[in-house]
């Protein structure tokens, strides 16, 4: 990165720590800290996986002897934008306009301005918020109609040196030079610095609603090689995918060291870029691992969680902070799982599928909670439990009565993290990529259609699964033709939680759009 650029992003730092001056000691509210990976397999965190994982995280493994590991945790969906709307808030991505797939290049945004998220509610209660890392929830993109052409490249990915003409610069300097709309800051959140989407455009940071720098230049090509960007598209000057895990973690724990010395207290909901391709891994951790370049990406993130909760300690906040350790969905496969596999190490660990499958790993991820004097330490916690509850945990801590049109999907965890061994959740909902659901009732999981409605290959079943979880996490006996009457019931009960616009108690609510319902031989009409 250039000189000047290299300043810029020095200023940002500043300007990101300085904005906020808040931390809550003594004020019995804790502090929360999210860190939120990017496609993480459940088999990639070494606590997860001791037979078959072959990756060290000493600094993950950290945290969760310091906390409660959640063995049955999971996202709404295989891949990631629509995972992120569930969490932020505890309402089903399925209920929104995303019924499959995420949120395109250049997007609206999926949550509405008036929609509750975490950070609003925290918010709401005087905490101070932050959203540092990846958005991918779309943005009011200031882009005029007449320009939107400028900003589509065909597909075009990198292959070959292309030149920005002024019609280009002129359109992204109109652009670029506004205020971007509809973000974090517009959805809960005090501030923002990220990258948006780091393999796509705009290649450049983002703090709060502008872009740090005006994209000028195509992205060049040398940043498309190897499972680097993928999207070809307007880029600041001499922009490099490297330095993007890095400056996440320093603005972190910039932002956790001087909140630690106000008397508010902060959420800070971190999305990491990681270990999601871009794999741009940095020096010291290439071949590292041993194993591949995404492994060695897995050990980098690992460093930078350790980064953060480092600062959560040293900053003397530690009794006071809840933290939160999980994953949008599992590990990719296009990372060379199959070479992964052959020295050893399962991404999934014993879980059946992938990143954008209906089978468990798809969404099954890592749950870690840590909160010293409240979750007890080097403990397992087996029960079913949803990203969608973080909205009816925070509300709990903070003794908040949800309204009947916010987390419409939510069950606090609260008992479960103070210890209690009962079930807090009955059922749970989790998408494929392309919109297949899968509906879990106990150990019971049912799919309203055949195959892996992802990315994974197989899938010869019959038209509907059902398996029992309890006897086989690996999801390879179709148990359907077997138990028709629990098929039926759960099929009821889908249609029940889709009809009523909620799968909590509450007045019902509409859903944003028709849902698509997947047939099965005895479907309703």
Known sequence: MSPSYIAALLFVGVSVATTFSNTAFGTGKPNIVIIYADDLGYGDVQCYNRDRGKIPTPHIDRLASGGITFTDAHS???????????????????????????????????????????????????YHTACIGKWHLGWDWPIASQSVELFR?????????????????AAWNAAFTKRIGGGPIARGFDAYFGTDVPNWPPYCFIENDRTVGIPSEFAGPELFQKNQASIQGPAVPDWRL?????????????LIEQESKSPEPFLLYMPLTSPHTPLAVNKPWRGKSGLNLYADFVMETDAVVGQVVDAIDNSGIAENTLVIFTSDNGCAPYIDVAGLEAQGHFPSGPLRGYKSDVWEGGHRVPFIVRWPGVAKSSTQCDRLVHQADLMAT??????????????????????????????????????????????RVGKWKLILGPGSGGWSEGGDEDHVQLYDLADDIGETNNLASQHPGRVTEMQGLMEKLIATGRSTPGSSQDNDVKVRRYPLSAAPE
């Open 76 to 126: 709404s969906s295989g891949v990631c934008s629509p995972s992120r709307y569930t969490l932020l808030t505890g309402r089903y991505h399925w209920r929104t306009r995303l019924q499959s797939g995420i949120v395109n290049l250049w997007g609206a945004p999926l949550i509405d301005a008036d929609r509750m998220t975490i950070g609003g509610l925290a918010r709401e209660h005087g």
């Open 153 to 169: 490249t065909g597909g075009y990915r990198g292959k070959k040196e292309i030149e920005a003409t002024d019609d280009h610069r």
């Open 242 to 254: 490297e330095p993007i895990l890095p400056a996440l973690g320093q603005r972190a724990a910039a």
């Open 394 to 439: 925070i509300a709990d801590i903070l003794n908040h009565k949800l309204p009947d049109n916010a987390g419409e999907d939510s069950v606090s965890l609260l008992p479960l993290f103070r210890g209690d061994d009962e079930s807090v959740r009955e059922h749970a909902i989790s998408c494929s990529s392309r919109g297949l659901p899968g509906l």
